[in-house]
């Protein structure tokens, strides 16, 4: 059985606020805005990171005990995600929370 550390319980709450920000962002932002915020890269991205972060969280609340695993590639894909935020106008948030994500999920992960 896993326990929930605090280190487990932040990553918990940063996937799962990197899965609204994602999905907020990219249903409420991205589609109004068109141009290079609906590029199929970018998009698919988007909500690739909102799923991984749900994935993640729902790994660690319910105790696989492989849940390393999952949140070394949520690690990986956030980082991506934020990489193709930046610099989009009205990404900040987006990124912010994608980095901050990546980070608690990389060190859950090692």
């Known amino acids: 059985m896993i326990v929930q550390t605090n280190d487990m319980e932040r990553c918990i709450d940063s996937c799962l606020a990197c899965y609204r920000m994602c999905v907020k962002t990219a249903m409420s932002h991205c589609l109004e ?3 290079e915020h609906v590029e199929p890269h970018h998009f698919r991205l988007m909500m690739g990171c909102s799923e991984i972060c ?25 980082d991506e995600c934020a990489a193709s935020c930046e610099g989009m106008d009205g990404m900040a948030d987006c990124a912010r929370t994608c980095r901050e994500c990546a980070d608690i999920c990389g060190k859950m992960a090692a």
């Open 33 to 35: 805005a068109g141009g």
């Open 54 to 78: 749900r994935t993640a969280a729902h790994a660690m609340l319910v105790g696989v005990e492989n849940h390393k695993v999952v949140c070394g590639a949520c690690a990986t894909i956030c």
